[in-house]
């Protein structure tokens, strides 16, 4: 891939990185959440929740160390014990973020249907 490597990225962009691949995991995870199965066929629901989410919530976990790593090594802020448990804080990043996309997302459409959009 042709992307800039953290290194040469501003504070400003590894944070918005950071941020904007946890809101696309966010979004891929609800996606089987608002889509429809046949009925019976639940456990592919499941199943779909766990391959997508998974795939995409550690890439944006991957993302994330790598952007904290690069903002310890510059001395930048932090969020404390970054540079001890660097995983552990992406993990504490990411899966807020992908939980309030998710909320967002699901009472969106649950507003559509209510009124029937």
Same mark, same amino acid.
């Given at each position: 891939?042709?992307?800039?490597p ?25 996606? !089987? ?7 019976? +066929?639940?456990?592919?629901?499941? &199943? #779909? ?9 550690? &890439?944006?976990?991957?993302? #994330?160390?790598?952007?904290?790593? +690069? ?8 969020? !404390?014990?970054?540079?001890?448990h ?9 899966? !807020? ?5 998710v909320? &967002? ?5 649950w ?7």
């Amino acid at each position: 891939m042709g992307g800039t490597p953290p290194r040469l990225q501003s504070t400003t962009d590894l944070w918005a990185v950071l941020f904007a691949f946890s809101t696309f995991a966010g979004l891929a995870f609800c996606a !089987p959440l608002a889509g429809k199965f046949a009925e019976g +066929e639940e456990g592919n629901r499941l &199943l #779909a929740l766990l391959v997508v989410g998974g795939f995409f919530g550690a &890439l944006a976990t991957a993302i #994330a160390v790598s952007s904290l790593s +690069e903002m310890v090594r510059r001395g930048a802020w932090v969020p !404390p014990g970054t540079a001890r448990h660097t995983v552990l804080v992406a993990i504490m990043l990411v899966a !807020p973020i992908m939980a309030a996309v998710v909320a &967002l997302m699901l009472s969106g459409l649950w507003v559509l249907r209510l009124l029937r959009l």
